[in-house]
Nanobody, 126 residues
Framework: QVQLVESGGGLVQAGGSLRLSCAASGRTFSTYFMAWFRQAPGKEREFVSAITWSGGTTYYADSVKGRFTISRDNAKNTVYLQMNSLKPEDTAVYYC???????????????????WGQGTQVTVSS
């Protein structure tokens, strides 16, 4: 069983920054494919960003490309999401997700992930 705990959410003005963290349990964190998703009220959960086990390859939704940066520290079992130039439309609950079994193909899909955190609220005021 893998436990994921997000932190770092909060209220920020448009144009501001936040850094989210996701601390993971498990001895083999360095083998997990990790991702961030978000869900706004009344909307489906959507892909934000993902990172391979080594951190060598990253993926972003078009809506956040150039503003958000995903990274990981395998020594600390933690993945981060640095969010800059935040917009009101970034307001959502942000979830950390882990794919731990075998290769992943459709990394943008919720169903590809085995474990999820409880989420952290990000609110961007205009």
């Amino acid at each position: 069983q893998v436990q994921l705990v997000e932190s770092g959410g909060g209220l920020v003005q448009a144009g501001g920054s936040l850094r989210l963290s996701c601390a993971a349990s498990g001895r083999t964190f360095s083998t997990y494919f990790m991702a961030w998703f978000r869900q706004a009220p009344g909307k489906e959960r959507e892909f934000v960003s993902a990172i391979t086990w080594s951190g060598g390859t990253t993926y972003y939704a078009d809506s956040v490309k150039g503003r958000f940066t995903i990274s990981r520290d395998n020594a600390k079992n933690t993945v981060y999401l640095q969010m800059n130039s935040l917009k009101p439309e970034d307001t959502a609950v942000y979830y950390c997700a882990a794919h731990v079994h075998g290769p992943i193909s459709a990394y943008r899909l919720v169903r590809e992930y085995d474990f999820w955190g409880q989420g952290t609220q990000v609110t961007v005021s205009s």
